[in-house]
């Protein structure tokens, strides 16, 4: 597997990726989050493996796979994203219990990250996207 064709070929599909990711946030009613403009992916090639990496922040996993009721979230989370919102800092504790006693629904956002190997074969030679394909299978680990 050439490495330098491999990074070139990459960057479209990581682009398309991430727009999908952001059409996906915005479908589900998350047009308006900071997460949309921290989504970005990036690939290095580490020895032999192909690493794709989400640099998207740690709390985007429950915007993603929603939360399950049951639980309140930590307070200091709900704080700090009632500041990013300009939302009083008062208002956090009834959010959090609401959480707790509702949960978060999933968005689902990063199914195409989930699923970058079927788009492999439009931005890349068919030799290169089976390797890449091979890479993929047992990391599936988004």
């Given amino acids: 597997m050439d490495k330098n064709k491999l990074k070139e070929s990459l960057n479209p599909l990581l682009t398309l990726i991430e727009n999908m990711m952001r059409d996906n946030l915005i479908a589900s ?17 580490e020895g032999d493996e192909l690493v794709i990496n989400d640099e998207s922040p740690e709390y985007s996993v429950f915007v993603d796979k929603g939360r399950s009721p049951g639980k309140q979230p930590p307070l200091q989370n709900i704080i700090e994203w009632c500041k990013r919102k300009s939302i009083p800092e008062e208002f956090a504790f ?49």
């Avoid at 997460?35 to 990036?42: D, P």
């Avoid at 989930?114 to 091979?134: C, H, Q, V, Y």
């Fill in 94 to 142: 009834p959010i959090a219990k609401k959480i707790g006693e509702e949960g978060i629904p999933a968005t689902n956002y990063k199914d195409p990250l989930r699923n970058i190997g079927t788009f492999l074969d439009e931005f890349i030679s068919p030799s290169i996207a089976e390797d890449i394909k091979n890479v993929l299978k047992p990391l599936n680990k988004i």
């Fill in 29 to 45: 009613g998350k047009g308006d989050s900071n997460l949309i403009k921290e989504i970005q992916l990036t690939a290095y090639i």
